[in-house]
């Protein structure tokens, strides 16, 4: 480490839900529990468990998952001491009882998960998690696409329902760090609750990005091991650790047996290492949601098109996260192809 040491940041690992999409969801009950245990023995005291798009979203939409919900945090809550162990809510995907379901099973934080622009969906689960005792962390997804200043609105706003931290959030991959930075020193000012960053590496600068987000303030940092998440993955847990200790900042956590964890117990498990293919990188130029990259590329196969082509229109389009139909939809119009005539190309 650095002999000068700049402050402190709490590290966040989202493997076991963020990273669920590298494996299609079918993360096992004990491999939660194996890699939860790694995690907690790491030092990392908030572990993220779930659905990779969240409670609630085993389906044939969004894919099913090995486990249910409730299996994966009961196996995560019985395998540390230390950690707490969360889970995503996403309104319009998850619903009440199931957070409910989670709280009992030993989730003791929910991060409530919006689009940027709608701070005011996260009020009735924010508001009903603090009832009941919950910790709260609200994520501002795709947070690219507004500017600092009506983004710290965005966060005030939720701040005022109880949040207990406001994240911002690059889902597509989309900044580079001085965006990353600029966003975070916005609600520092606004804000008088802990600033989060989450990034996503579809440009390659996911640490880079989160170096940038703690210089301005952010003292809550999310990773995957390995780099595990949807399309280009996270910033990597283990990486994250050693680059943050070399800029001089505490983690508080102990990064061999991070690094062991990674290495032994979850690289295993990976059918295929987390890179930035073609689609991963359009993904963060064009500004598009991370987890259309599967969808996308099984669009871009059924139509005969370039994903890229694809992903490109969408972004232009400004299509966000819960608009997974319109890739379907975009794809069939650029291919001139018409539901109505049984698929066959329009006149």
């Not at 002999?3 to 963020?18: H, N, P, S």
């Not at 707490?84 to 998960?113: C, F, H, K, N, S």
């Not at 064009?286 to 599967?294: C, K, P, Q, R």
Request: negative net charge; proline residues 4%; aromatic residues 6%.
């Amino acid at each position: 480490m650095s002999e000068t040491v700049k402050g402190r940041v709490t590290i966040v690992d989202t493997t076991l839900r963020d990273g669920m999409s590298s494996v299609s969801h079918q993360f096992t009950a004990q491999n939660v529990a194996d890699i939860a245990r790694g995690l907690d023995q790491g030092g990392v005291r908030t572990i993220e468990v779930a659905h990779g798009i969240g409670l609630g979203a085993s389906s044939i939409q969004y894919g099913f998952a090995a486990a249910s919900d409730g299996d994966y945090v009961r196996a995560a809550v019985d395998s540390v001491e230390n950690a707490d162990i969360a889970v995503l809510y996403v309104p319009g995907i998850a619903t009440l009882p199931e957070l409910q379901a989670a709280a009992d099973a030993g989730a003791a934080t929910v991060r409530v998960a919006v689009h940027c622009t709608e701070a005011d969906c996260a009020r009735q689960p924010v508001e009903w998690a603090k009832e009941r005792g919950l910790n709260v962390m609200t994520f501002l997804m795709m947070s690219h696409k507004l500017a600092p200043a009506p983004l710290a609105e965005q966060a005030a706003e939720l701040a005022t329902y109880g949040a207990d931290v406001v994240y911002v959030v690059d889902s597509a991959g989309a900044m580079v760090p001085d965006g990353a930075g600029a966003r975070v020193a916005a609600l520092r000012a606004a804000l008088d609750v802990p600033v989060g960053f989450h990034s996503h590496n579809n440009l390659g600068v996911a640490i880079g990005n989160a170096l940038a987000a703690a210089e301005q303030g952010a003292t809550y940092i999310d990773g995957s091991l390995r780099g595990l998440g949807a399309s280009a993955g996270n910033a990597q847990t283990e990486v994250l650790v050693a680059a943050f200790e070399r800029a001089g900042w505490d983690t508080g956590t102990d990064l061999w047996p991070l690094a062991d964890t990674a290495e032994r117990v979850l690289a295993p498990l990976m059918k295929e290492p987390q890179i930035i293919d073609e689609t991963a990188l359009v993904l963060g130029y064009a500004g598009v949601y991370s987890t259309f990259f599967h969808p996308t590329k099984r669009a871009a196969a059924r139509f005969g098109l370039a994903g890229r082509d694809i992903l490109l229109e969408l972004g232009r389009r400004g299509i966000i996260g819960g608009q997974e139909d319109m890739i379907i939809d975009v794809a069939a119009e650029m291919a001139g192809v018409s539901f109505f005539s049984g698929g066959a190309p329009r006149p």
